[in-house]
């Protein structure tokens, strides 16, 4: 719910005081939503779809959101209410709805859907469900052998649509069927090693062959220092990718020791996720941190450039300060080393827009630290600070901006 003309990116609610003993009286209007949407399925035929489930789901006017954000969370958000069915002529009514663009999705058991985007309440709305195909194919380990069990898994990262299976003894053979067309990422795991590459569907044909050869897993060794380059012991380390990871050993070799250093066996190789994190999250005095990296199946064991911490900058239980700014989405699929952070909102009246900051800024450094490509991860444990610290912000063409949080709104 949200006030009367206002978008995302606007503050909601009413500010009160409440004094002791006191009794306040507070108005909260909030927008109609007495609009209607309904419309058809149908399907590669043109014929009526009896068995469809459709779901409508608001779109976001954020600046900050990428595109094609409500097709992706209508996957995930339409388990909180129940989805229409459509009738035996394959007709829908949305009620309720407020008076602005929505996403509709239709699908139906046995695969298949059908998405709409920038809907705005009315009738006439023809969902024409497309025919689906299988991928499958076979793969191979390291040395030519034929891993007894491996994990398929495909991700459109367009519209977000998922699916894996588990094999068990097919001699390297796989098959996902009911999939609709996209172009998929597809990752495969097994003890012996992983893979990631891409395929792509086309509506109602099949992608026969597909080979996929794993690469071995390897051995990733590093250091965990701190923002000026020291050593940090104590710190726990796991890989994640291509829908596997490494974590502990029993040795716990995967805790940083006196020197920082740190060994993780298994670990999968492509785009990863090196996460670290405190053995003693309560107390810790280093926050988490997850630093996206790159390994290539060359040799036994990569060494990974050293993975920088910062130290906690608020007290547990303290109120984060507020800047009033917030960054662009990455689009779906964007390389996370590659990441830019561009400010997409800037609340009037707050202490980023009283220092200058503005939608289109790009932020490359705060308090002199690189936030850039794959620092980026350092962004939120060098802005979450209490009310009054005062953060530099560093922005592309050289320019710095000192900003001082203020409280929560």
């Not at 500010?15 to 507070?26: C, H, L, Q």
């Not at 608001?58 to 595109?67: F, N």
């Not at 250093?261 to 090196?274: C, F, Q, S």
């Not at 290539?296 to 239980?317: C, D, M, Q, Y």
Request: no cysteine; aromatic share 4%.
């Amino acid at each position: 719910m949200r006030a009367p003309g206002t978008g995302d990116d606007d503050l909601q609610g009413e500010k009160v005081s409440v004094r002791a003993g006191g009794v306040e009286t507070v108005a909260l209007v909030i927008e109609a939503r007495s609009s209607a949407l309904s419309g058809v399925v149908r399907d590669a035929d043109g014929g009526p779809v009896a068995d469809a489930f459709v779901e409508a789901t608001r779109e976001s006017t954020s600046a900050t959101r990428a595109a094609g954000g409500a097709m992706r969370e209508g996957r995930w958000g339409s388990f909180f209410g129940t989805p229409h069915l459509t009738d035996q002529d394959g007709r829908f009514t949305f009620d309720g709805l407020a008076a602005a663009p929505h996403t509709v999705r239709a699908h139906r058991k046995g695969g298949g859907e059908a998405i709409a985007e920038h809907v705005e309440p009315g009738s006439g709305l023809v969902l024409t469900i497309a025919g689906t195909g299988r991928m499958s194919g076979t793969i191979t380990a390291p040395g030519g052998d034929v891993p007894e069990d491996f994990n398929v898994s495909v991700h459109e990262e367009t519209t977000g649509f998922r699916r894996s299976d588990s094999f068990f003894r097919t001699r390297g053979a796989w098959s996902l069927p009911e999939l609709p067309a996209g172009k998929y990422k597809l990752k495969v795991s097994a003890g012996s090693g992983v893979a990631e590459l891409e395929a792509s569907m086309t509506a109602g044909q099949d992608t026969t062959g597909v080979r996929v050869e794993l690469a071995p897993k390897v051995t990733v060794r590093g250091t965990v220092v701190d923002l000026d380059g020291k050593p940090v012991t104590g710190m726990e380390v796991s890989v994640s990718g291509a829908g596997t990871g490494a974590g502990g050993d029993q040795d716990r070799r995967n805790v940083t020791d006196a020197t920082g250093r740190y060994e993780l066996a298994h670990a999968p190789t492509g785009k990863i996720n090196v996460r670290v994190s405190s053995r003693n999250w309560q107390d810790g005095e280093y926050d988490n941190a997850s630093m996206p990296a790159v390994i290539t199946a060359s040799g036994e064991a990569v060494e990974l450039p050293p993975i920088r911490v910062s130290k906690r900058r608020i007290e547990r239980g303290e109120v984060n300060g507020d800047f009033g700014h917030s960054f662009k989405e990455p689009e779906p699929g964007a390389d996370p080393m590659l990441r830019r952070l561009i400010v997409a909102v800037v609340r009037p009246g707050s202490p980023a827009a009283a220092a200058g900051l503005k939608p289109g800024d790009e932020v490359i450094s705060i308090d002199g630290q690189d936030v850039t490509g794959p620092n980026a991860y350092l962004l939120n444990s060098l802005t979450r600070v209490p009310v009054g610290a005062v953060v530099s912000f560093g922005l592309a063409g050289g320019a710095s901006l000192a900003i001082t949080a203020g409280p929560r709104p």
